[in-house]
């Protein structure tokens, strides 16, 4: 009620991603996307689709993309795709979402969780060899909050074991290791365009792509029912398609892909200009990669303080992820009390704050203005 009473004109709740503003941002191509949609009376896989998939090749610089249902299952198809499943092991971190762990547990492989660096909260390579088994048969590095992770190291890794490498590309649409997009680097890429990320539908949607002719079809059997020929399954598959709706809506943000990004970089800057003096830790970059700020993540104990400060400040922010993986009930069991300290004490000390390209440069301040506040 307090906070129903207390809104004013310059009083909002400025929340921490924004995909209504995104979408306004857009408007009138979208609303036309989607009415193309509807007078051409196809759905679900159809001429929307092809060319998204097309575009969205071309854009990460790969020869294929695969338009799926979701992230979590262009995880899945992936792993399904390398027959990858029961008995096998694939080596990730905790600190993702959980989607990740779920996509493997789901192929029925095992996850093995390696700890993170400290500075970039991606995987760390120099722990993977302790991790490997007779059972290892890929590695699934995150890139996390729109960073890349180590891909030099993980790949020397890779090749050196014949190991598969699925890049979790879900928070970094547009991202850049080493002048290569991510997602063209490993075996196969994989993105989600739940609404929030930096490419985002308004509703499920997911990618794979990848430079291999041979996986490619083997993907596109997995999405659909093993269909070589229509209602004739040759193969293993089910129902994971992108319909032409939200194919349609991500053509019209994917031509746009790039200035967001930039916007998004640009407010990142903006913030560690203000923040800089501040006891907190701010998100560090890699030296030869290019950062999409899908998140702007600051570290700081005692976090939930000032996460409570914010929010009766008219900040909000979240915490991902407040239980790493190997944590959370369901995955627990199969991790036998390990313990990865990195990633714990991370868990305690993140907090994202606002960051999406809309953000306006009166809510950087008002936002900074309240961290100064708080500290002083
Ligand atoms: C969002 C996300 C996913 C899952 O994507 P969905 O489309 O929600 O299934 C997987 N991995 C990471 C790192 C994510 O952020």
């Given at each position: 009620?307090?906070?129903?009473?207390?809104?004013?004109?310059?009083?909002?709740?400025?929340?921490?991603?924004?995909?209504?503003a995104?979408?306004?941002?857009y408007?009138?191509?979208?609303?036309?996307?989607?009415?193309?949609?509807?007078?051409?009376?196809?759905?679900?896989l159809?001429?929307?689709?092809?060319?998204?998939?097309?575009?969205?090749?071309?854009?990460?610089?790969?020869?294929?993309?695969?338009?799926?249902?979701?992230?979590?299952?262009?995880?899945?198809?992936?792993?399904?795709?390398?027959?990858?499943?029961?008995?096998?092991?694939?080596?990730?971190?905790?600190?993702?979402?959980?989607?990740?762990?779920?996509?493997?547990?789901?192929?029925?492989?095992?996850?093995?969780?390696?700890?993170?660096?400290?500075?970039?909260?991606?995987?760390?390579?120099?722990?993977?060899?302790?991790?490997?088994?007779?059972?290892t048969?890929?590695?699934?590095?995150?890139?996390?909050?729109?960073?890349?992770?180590?891909?030099?190291?993980i790949?020397?890794?890779?090749?050196?074991?014949?190991?598969?490498?699925?890049?979790?590309?879900a928070?970094?649409?547009?991202?850049?290791?080493?002048?290569?997009?991510?997602?063209?680097?490993?075996?196969?890429?994989?993105?989600?365009?739940?609404?929030?990320?930096?490419?985002?539908?308004?509703?499920?949607?997911?990618?794979?792509?990848?430079?291999?002719?041979?996986?490619?079809?083997?993907?596109?059997?997995?999405?659909e029912y093993?269909w070589k020929?229509?209602?004739?399954?040759?193969?293993?598959?089910?129902?994971?398609?992108?319909?032409?709706?939200?194919?349609?809506?991500?053509?019209?943000?994917?031509?746009?892909?790039?200035?967001?990004?930039?916007?998004?970089?640009?407010?990142?800057?903006?913030?560690?200009?203000?923040?800089?003096?501040?006891?907190?830790?701010?998100?560090?970059?890699?030296?030869?990669s290019?950062?999409?700020?899908?998140l702007?993540?600051?570290?700081?104990?005692?976090?939930n303080?000032?996460?409570?400060?914010?929010?009766?400040?008219?900040v909000?922010?979240?915490?991902q992820?407040?239980?790493?993986?190997?944590k959370?009930?369901?995955?627990?069991?199969?991790?036998s009390?390990?313990?990865?300290?990195v990633?714990?004490?991370?868990?305690?000390?993140?907090?994202?704050?606002?960051?999406?390209?809309?953000?306006?440069?009166?809510?950087?301040?008002?936002?900074?203005?309240?961290?100064?506040?708080?500290?002083?």
């Amino acid at each position: 009620m307090d906070y129903l009473c207390s809104r004013s004109e310059n009083n909002v709740m400025i929340p921490c991603a924004n995909p209504k503003a995104q979408y306004l941002s857009y408007r009138d191509d979208i609303n036309s996307a989607i009415q193309r949609v509807l007078d051409s009376g196809w759905y679900v896989l159809g001429e929307e689709v092809t060319r998204f998939e097309k575009e969205f090749a071309q854009f990460n610089t790969v020869s294929h993309a695969v338009g799926v249902g979701s992230g979590t299952e262009a995880l899945h198809i992936a792993l399904r795709a390398l027959d990858i499943g029961q008995g096998d092991e694939v080596i990730t971190t905790a600190h993702t979402a959980v989607a990740t762990a779920s996509a493997i547990d789901l192929a029925g492989a095992k996850p093995i969780f390696v700890d993170i660096e400290p500075d970039f909260f991606t995987i760390d390579p120099d722990l993977i060899e302790d991790a490997i088994t007779p059972k290892t048969k890929a590695i699934i590095p995150v890139h996390i909050y729109g960073q890349p992770c180590n891909m030099d190291a993980i790949m020397e890794i890779a090749n050196k074991n014949n190991f598969k490498v699925i890049e979790d590309c879900a928070q970094t649409h547009g991202a850049e290791y080493n002048g290569k997009r991510v997602g063209s680097i490993g075996d196969v890429g994989c993105f989600s365009f739940y609404p929030t990320k930096n490419l985002g539908a308004i509703g499920d949607g997911g990618a794979l792509v990848t430079n291999d002719d041979q996986l490619v079809e083997k993907i596109k059997l997995l999405r659909e029912y093993g269909w070589k020929e229509r209602y004739i399954s040759s193969a293993e598959g089910w129902n994971s398609r992108l319909d032409e709706m939200q194919a349609a809506i991500l053509r019209v943000k994917l031509k746009n892909l790039n200035k967001d990004n930039n916007l998004r970089r640009r407010h990142s800057k903006k913030y560690n200009e203000l923040l800089k003096d501040l006891p907190l830790e701010l998100p560090k970059t890699r030296s030869n990669s290019s950062h999409v700020f899908h998140l702007f993540v600051i570290k700081i104990e005692q976090r939930n303080k000032l996460r409570d400060y914010l929010q009766k400040n008219g900040v909000n922010t979240t915490i991902q992820y407040p239980v790493p993986v190997h944590k959370q009930k369901y995955f627990q069991k199969m991790c036998s009390e390990k313990s990865l300290p990195v990633t714990e004490q991370v868990a305690k000390n993140i907090l994202s704050i606002p960051m999406y390209p809309e953000l306006e440069e009166k809510e950087i301040n008002k936002v900074s203005n309240k961290l100064k506040d708080y500290f002083s």
